[in-house]
């Protein structure tokens, strides 16, 4: 069945008014109104509302499904076949405020679980031959459900059959290096029990976490599916999400400076906090997946299927305390980071600014923006416009040549300073376009004719440059003002999200509030040219090598992502600076890099991690597998090598600032921290090279 917006929720309306005075107040009543006031929501604000139709109802019924069953492990294909009835009705059951789809699949999942918890305790009471040449496919989008429970069963067979071969082989590895005491002189099959009797741990652990979980936890994830159809960046908030996101947007956040979520049956990092503890660490990298957490000299606890506040639970704690990481990285690999916890130093977020020298000798200007942030609260709080203007005017009174604006990893922030912050490069103008549904685009324009910084300008970016950071990239790209410099693309996110509580959107109903908040797109950016930023991001003028060189990243990665389109372009010129001879830059540039062997293996470790990524059927003999882990490990670490040495030379800090950073140890340390960063930046050695030819133009 097929209903049109106005019509359809002109019925909820009278629905809701009907329920308000004649319905009892239990957990159906608030399901009832929770679908109805998110859909609502996005009906009447969502930039791109779709129809709750049948085509609707399918799509929902598939996310649905591959979210509550990502790995395959719980359902079969008869599961499957019973739910089908229900594939286009899911817009009915909308209008309707019922769940039953969602009930039946909920006691389908609990079914299974109950089935398999039988199937990995039977499996793992016997030892595993590790001859046999077999395979198994990892990731589980690739594996097909079931047919039946023999099936089933014997991919879970193969499933722990692996996890119990990666242990051993650890095993093995660390009594060969005579790591643990506890191993030596233990036999392969010794050590191979002991490895199925860690895999029995972690799974019964999770199924009692499992055993946990309660019919809102499987709720958030149908709500979510229902507002992710719509697109990646709309979804629903339980109040204490929202709290949680608040928080997280504050800045004040304690433990190891990382922002977490929920990603199917993992968690997955979703940025890391400059100037924290996991930042400073290095290894913890956004889009990482948290597998397992240990404290201290503590066996590790697996948080597979945890639910994300208990996962931040346990990554949390006091000050000077360790937390070991057991991460799943991008590329598939597995890798262990521990991580002293601390205070997060919330200056480390600000913009910062460095000399630096080309091998020629020119003095080059180097300001890093880890975020566009703006303290809405406080008129007096920190603007990231305002420090930027503060580093360019130091900058210049140093006499630099040309500057260097690095927003690499940068995901964005206050629009209202990306548009001030772009106006200290050109005289006042079109910065940007912002659309709403059914209107024209409002033009937001810099109106300061002044310009803080008239010379060569650089902006590094990479795959995870987003918002804010592809509009200032995109408007120097489009008034030829600036080299932009990076990945193949930035991240591609174009739109703009707004929260709605849904308990002042809503009224009645106090018996069953609080009912979250759901956030939604309301705006898409279009560049002053016309294109959007949405999807394909900004595509720098120079492209550097990095290790996602291969690999899908960003917005397209993304399930449902809106659209790229265009719109009128706006008229915008410049008279600061014109970018010159941009061919020859690039021509010159590709050369450099086609030359230097470090940016060779750049790409060759890129090819690699989309070989592992596409190729993700591992065998399950010992000795195959060791050799071909032994075999990565060493490109591995041939790898890490090459970013051992500084290849950026005549880098120091402002010498106003030098005694600032020196009367606080922890500040010292931190800024050490980063020069050698700076120094070891092959990235940034090309950007200077780049730079000097803008300055022999």
Same mark, same amino acid.
């Given at each position: 069945?097929?209903?049109?917006?106005p019509?359809?929720?002109?019925?909820l309306?009278a629905?809701l008014?009907?329920?308000?005075f004649?319905?009892p107040?239990?957990?159906?009543?608030k399901?009832?109104?929770?679908?109805h006031?998110?859909?609502d929501?996005?009906?009447r604000?969502?930039f791109?509302p779709?129809?709750i139709?049948?085509?609707f109802?399918?799509t929902?019924?598939?996310?649905?499904?591959?979210r509550?069953?990502?790995g395959?492990?719980?359902?079969t294909?008869a599961d499957?076949?019973?739910?089908?009835?229900y594939?286009?009705?899911?817009?009915d059951e909308?209008?309707?405020?019922?769940?039953?789809?969602f009930d039946?699949?909920?006691?389908l999942?609990?079914?299974?679980?109950?089935?398999t918890?039988?199937?990995?305790?039977?499996i793992?009471?016997q030892?595993?031959?590790?001859?046999i040449?077999e395979?198994?496919?990892?990731d589980g989008?690739?594996?097909?459900?079931a047919?039946d429970?023999?099936?089933?069963?014997?991919?879970w067979?193969?499933?722990?059959?692996? %996890?119990?071969?990666?242990r051993l082989?650890?095993?093995?590895?660390?009594?060969?290096k005579?790591?643990?005491?506890?191993?030596?002189?233990?036999?392969?099959?010794e050590l191979?029990?002991?490895s199925?009797?860690d895999?029995?741990?972690?799974?019964?652990?999770?199924?009692?976490?499992?055993g946990?979980?309660?019919r809102?936890?499987?709720?958030?994830?149908?709500?979510n599916?229902?507002?992710?159809?719509? !697109?990646?960046?709309?979804?629903?908030?339980e109040p204490?999400e929202?709290?949680?996101f608040d928080i997280?947007l504050?800045?004040?956040l304690e433990?190891?400076?990382?922002?977490?979520?929920?990603?199917g049956?993992f968690?997955?990092?979703?940025?890391?906090?400059?100037?924290g503890?996991a930042?400073?660490q290095?290894?913890l990298?956004?889009?990482?997946?948290?597998v397992?957490?240990?404290?201290? !000299?503590?066996?590790?606890?697996?948080?597979?299927?945890?639910?994300?506040?208990d996962v931040?639970?346990?990554?949390r704690?006091?000050?000077g305390t360790?937390?070991?990481?057991?991460?799943?990285?991008? !590329?598939?690999?597995?890798?262990?980071i521990?991580?002293i916890r601390?205070?997060?130093?919330?200056?480390?977020?600000?913009?910062k600014?460095l000399?630096?020298h080309?091998?020629?000798k020119?003095?080059?200007?180097y300001?890093?923006?880890?975020r566009?942030?703006?303290d809405?609260s406080?008129?007096?709080g920190r603007?990231?416009?305002?420090d930027?203007?503060?580093?360019?005017?130091?900058?210049?009174a140093?006499?630099?040549?040309?500057?260097i604006?690095d927003?690499?990893?940068?995901p964005?922030g206050?629009?209202?300073?990306?548009?001030t912050m772009s106006?200290?490069?050109?005289?006042?103008?079109p910065?940007?376009?912002?659309?709403?549904r059914?209107r024209?685009?409002?033009v937001?324009?810099?109106?300061?004719p002044?310009?803080?910084?008239d010379?060569?300008?650089?902006?590094?970016?990479?795959s995870?440059?987003a918002?804010?950071?592809e509009?200032?990239a995109a408007?120097?790209?489009?008034?030829?003002?600036?080299?932009?410099?990076?990945?193949?693309?930035t991240?591609?996110?174009?739109?703009?999200q707004?929260?709605?509580?849904? !308990?002042?959107?809503?009224?009645g109903y106090y018996e069953?509030?609080?009912l979250?908040?759901?956030?939604?797109?309301i705006?898409?950016f279009y560049r002053?040219?016309?294109?959007?930023?949405?999807?394909?991001?900004? %595509?720098?003028d120079?492209?550097?090598?990095?290790?996602?060189?291969?690999?899908e990243t960003? %917005?397209?990665?993304?399930?449902f992502p809106?659209?790229?389109?265009?719109?009128?372009p706006?008229?915008?010129?410049?008279?600061?600076y014109?970018?010159r001879?941009l061919?020859?830059l690039?021509a010159k540039?590709?050369?450099?890099v086609?030359?230097n062997?470090v940016f060779?293996e750049?790409?060759?470790n890129?090819?690699?991690?989309?070989?592992?990524?596409?190729n993700?059927?591992?065998?399950?003999n010992l000795?195959?597998f060791?050799?071909q882990?032994?075999?990565l490990?060493?490109?591995?670490d041939a790898?890490?090598d090459?970013?051992?040495?500084?290849?950026?030379?005549?880098?120091?800090?402002?010498?106003?600032?030098?005694?600032?950073?020196?009367?606080?140890?922890?500040r010292?340390?931190r800024?050490?921290?980063?020069?050698?960063d700076v120094?070891r930046d092959v990235?940034?050695q090309?950007t200077?090279l780049?730079?000097?030819d803008?300055l022999?133009?």
């Amino acid at each position: 069945m097929k209903f049109k917006g106005p019509i359809f929720f002109s019925f909820l309306l009278a629905c809701l008014l009907f329920a308000a005075f004649y319905r009892p107040a239990d957990n159906a009543e608030k399901e009832a109104v929770l679908i109805h006031s998110i859909l609502d929501g996005v009906n009447r604000y969502h930039f791109a509302p779709k129809d709750i139709d049948d085509s609707f109802s399918e799509t929902l019924y598939d996310l649905y499904l591959e979210r509550i069953d990502p790995g395959r492990r719980w359902l079969t294909q008869a599961d499957l076949k019973s739910l089908e009835v229900y594939k286009t009705q899911l817009d009915d059951e909308a209008a309707d405020g019922n769940y039953d789809y969602f009930d039946l699949s909920l006691q389908l999942v609990k079914k299974g679980i109950e089935k398999t918890e039988s199937y990995f305790k039977e499996i793992l009471d016997q030892p595993f031959d590790f001859t046999i040449d077999e395979s198994y496919e990892l990731d589980g989008k690739k594996r097909p459900f079931a047919k039946d429970d023999a099936e089933l069963r014997e991919a879970w067979r193969k499933m722990l059959k692996y %996890e119990t071969l990666t242990r051993l082989e650890e095993k093995l590895e660390a009594q060969e290096k005579g790591e643990d005491e506890e191993l030596k002189g233990l036999s392969v099959e010794e050590l191979e029990k002991k490895s199925r009797e860690d895999v029995l741990k972690v799974f019964s652990d999770w199924y009692d976490r499992l055993g946990r979980r309660d019919r809102n936890d499987y709720l958030n994830t149908y709500l979510n599916s229902v507002t992710n159809v719509f !697109d990646p960046h709309t979804g629903y908030f339980e109040p204490i999400e929202k709290q949680n996101f608040d928080i997280t947007l504050s800045g004040k956040l304690e433990g190891i400076g990382a922002r977490l979520q929920s990603d199917g049956e993992f968690t997955k990092v979703s940025s890391i906090v400059v100037g924290g503890p996991a930042w400073k660490q290095g290894d913890l990298k956004e889009n990482d997946k948290i597998v397992k957490v240990g404290q201290g !000299d503590e066996e590790p606890v697996d948080v597979t299927g945890m639910e994300l506040d208990d996962v931040v639970s346990l990554i949390r704690g006091k000050k000077g305390t360790e937390v070991r990481l057991t991460v799943k990285k991008v !590329d598939g690999t597995v890798e262990q980071i521990s991580i002293i916890r601390d205070i997060v130093i919330l200056e480390e977020g600000f913009a910062k600014s460095l000399l630096l020298h080309t091998p020629s000798k020119e003095k080059i200007g180097y300001i890093y923006l880890p975020r566009f942030y703006d303290d809405f609260s406080d008129e007096n709080g920190r603007s990231c416009a305002e420090d930027v203007n503060k580093e360019l005017e130091k900058l210049k009174a140093q006499n630099v040549q040309g500057v260097i604006l690095d927003l690499r990893d940068n995901p964005g922030g206050s629009l209202r300073d990306v548009v001030t912050m772009s106006g200290l490069f050109v005289e006042s103008g079109p910065v940007v376009q912002v659309k709403s549904r059914d209107r024209t685009p409002d033009v937001l324009q810099d109106v300061d004719p002044g310009v803080t910084w008239d010379g060569p300008l650089i902006i590094m970016v990479n795959s995870f440059s987003a918002s804010a950071s592809e509009i200032i990239a995109a408007a120097m790209q489009d008034y030829d003002r600036a080299v932009i410099v990076g990945s193949p693309s930035t991240f591609g996110k174009g739109t703009v999200q707004r929260f709605i509580d849904l !308990d002042r959107s809503v009224s009645g109903y106090y018996e069953i509030k609080p009912l979250g908040s759901v956030k939604l797109t309301i705006q898409k950016f279009y560049r002053i040219d016309g294109g959007s930023t949405q999807l394909r991001g900004v %595509e720098p003028d120079i492209v550097l090598p990095d290790d996602f060189y291969y690999l899908e990243t960003g %917005e397209k990665e993304s399930e449902f992502p809106m659209k790229w389109t265009e719109i009128a372009p706006v008229p915008h010129e410049q008279k600061v600076y014109q970018v010159r001879k941009l061919d020859q830059l690039k021509a010159k540039s590709a050369q450099r890099v086609k030359n230097n062997p470090v940016f060779q293996e750049i790409l060759a470790n890129a090819k690699r991690l989309k070989d592992q990524r596409d190729n993700s059927v591992y065998t399950l003999n010992l000795d195959a597998f060791h050799t071909q882990q032994d075999e990565l490990q060493k490109k591995v670490d041939a790898y890490k090598d090459l970013f051992e040495q500084d290849v950026v030379f005549g880098v120091e800090n402002l010498p106003g600032e030098v005694a600032y950073i020196e009367a606080e140890e922890g500040r010292k340390a931190r800024n050490e921290d980063w020069l050698k960063d700076v120094r070891r930046d092959v990235h940034l050695q090309e950007t200077l090279l780049i730079m000097h030819d803008m300055l022999s133009n």
